[in-house]
């Protein structure tokens, strides 16, 4: 099935529904996946080991392979080997510009304020994985992790028969502490107690298919997470000036992830709009996964939007708060200006979202389902907590001691109040 073209203003309420109301699709699994956290919670190795065995189909020997990525690292292809450390620098040097400065100045009537940054001490990255191959994931989760200071990190990924060398050999070269095979709802249900051989962090993260995110969302509050991210998602705001055969690669490249992917370019050109059309079924015949990427095409959250305006399509936009955003237009930089409500905005005809995927340095852990209205992706902050510090002088209690007094006798709290005037008094 090809994409098709739509007009805005044409879209009925079921449409919007299908645009705007996106999410995680972890509702129907929530019942299995508290049963085996909780049976997690209380056995600990015997249930990974037996949920591993009947999930995976892989009976594993030792949980933890940390030593196993370092070998696969050092028995890597040189040219995989290099790719992966170019990645992992690019990431590496776009977080350490990331990292907040400890601060304290003094506020003229005696008032000395602060902020301090400490990391999380520790932290789970979850890394798909398996017989398939994510090393980007693995660059992605911990890089930032160990920017910032964390002092374990662990990471969990899926077993198999053969785990791909390419994903074990990244995790060691992003700097890992502990590596465990096991993956899925046991996998976080691990890291969020912790079991005999698993370590227990203070938050998850990582990305993962919807069983992996209803655990995430079933710990929560026991453990910390990042957000609650669901299929990818790409939104191409486009004019008359963008090449169709680049918007409609980008649309390819974001269904070729999952066959719920939204895909979506909006444009106020129907020329465009058409080209592109045209140019997303030429390319999807070509593709290695066509089924998947025609299963995305086909998703009610995919198409063509032909705008009136590039007004009508930048408010389309905002709303839509895509977790992706290419903008491929004549004044890129105006129209970014007027959208603030996205994961990461990949600028003019040279940026492939790809490019922010695996190397660029901006980090591809994202928030989908309109999320990004509220969040942004995992950065070094992610891995941060702050504290407020704060040292009055005596001219300093006596500027604020009368605002002090004055709120906590209205809040009915004397014993604040006066806590302030024993000073005062003295």
Request: charge should be negative; proline fraction near 4%.
């Amino acid at each position: 099935m090809s994409i098709d073209v739509t007009e805005i203003q044409d879209l009925g309420p079921g449409d919007r529904a299908a645009f705007f109301d996106r999410d995680a699709g972890i509702e129907d699994v929530r019942g299995d996946v508290r049963e085996i956290v909780d049976r997690v919670r209380e056995e600990g190795d015997v249930a990974v080991r037996e949920y591993t065995s009947e999930f995976d189909g892989v009976e594993v020997g030792n949980l933890e392979i940390t030593d196993e990525c370092e070998r696969a690292y050092e028995d890597l292809e040189d040219d995989l080997r290099e790719a992966i450390e170019d990645a992992a620098a690019n990431v590496r040097e776009f977080h350490e510009a990331q990292l907040p400065a400890d601060w304290r100045e003094e506020f003229g009537d005696g008032r000395e304020l602060g902020r301090r940054f400490r990391p999380i001490e520790r932290v789970g990255v979850y890394v798909p994985g398996g017989s398939a191959a994510y090393p980007s994931s693995a660059i992605m989760g911990v890089v930032p992790a160990v920017v910032a200071g964390v002092e374990h990190v662990a990471v969990v990924t899926p077993p198999a028969e053969e785990v791909n060398p390419a994903t074990l050999a990244a995790i060691h070269a992003a700097g890992a502490d502990s590596v465990y095979s096991v993956g899925g709802v046991q996998a976080i249900a691990g890291l969020a107690y912790g079991t005999e051989t698993i370590t227990r962090v203070q938050k998850i993260v990582g990305p993962g298919n919807k069983w992996v995110t209803a655990a995430k969302a079933e710990v929560r509050g026991d453990v910390e997470i990042d957000f609650l991210a669901g299929p990818s998602e790409v939104v191409v705001v486009a004019d008359g000036t963008a090449d169709p055969e680049f918007v409609a690669a980008e649309l390819v490249a974001q269904a070729e992830h999952d066959p719920n992917a939204s895909v979506v370019a909006v444009t106020d050109d129907e020329e465009t709009a058409n080209a592109v059309a045209a140019a997303v079924d030429d390319q999807a015949n070509a593709r290695e996964r066509e089924d998947v990427i025609r299963s995305a095409l086909d998703n009610d959250a995919s198409g063509v939007l032909l705008a009136r305006s590039m007004s009508e399509a930048i408010l389309f936009t905002e709303e839509y708060a895509p977790e992706h955003l290419a903008v491929v237009a004549d004044d890129e930089e105006s129209i970014l200006e007027r959208i603030d409500s996205a994961g990461s905005v990949f600028l003019g005809p040279n940026t492939p979202v790809a490019a922010g995927d695996y190397a660029s340095g901006t980090n591809h852990v994202l928030p989908t389902n309109g999320e990004a209205r509220v969040t942004g992706g995992l950065s070094v902050e992610t891995f941060l907590r702050s504290t407020t510090v704060q040292r009055l002088s005596r001219e300093g209690l006596e500027s604020i001691g009368e605002t002090v007094t004055t709120l906590a006798e209205a809040e009915g709290l004397e014993a604040h109040a006066e806590s302030v005037r024993k000073r005062l008094e003295r």
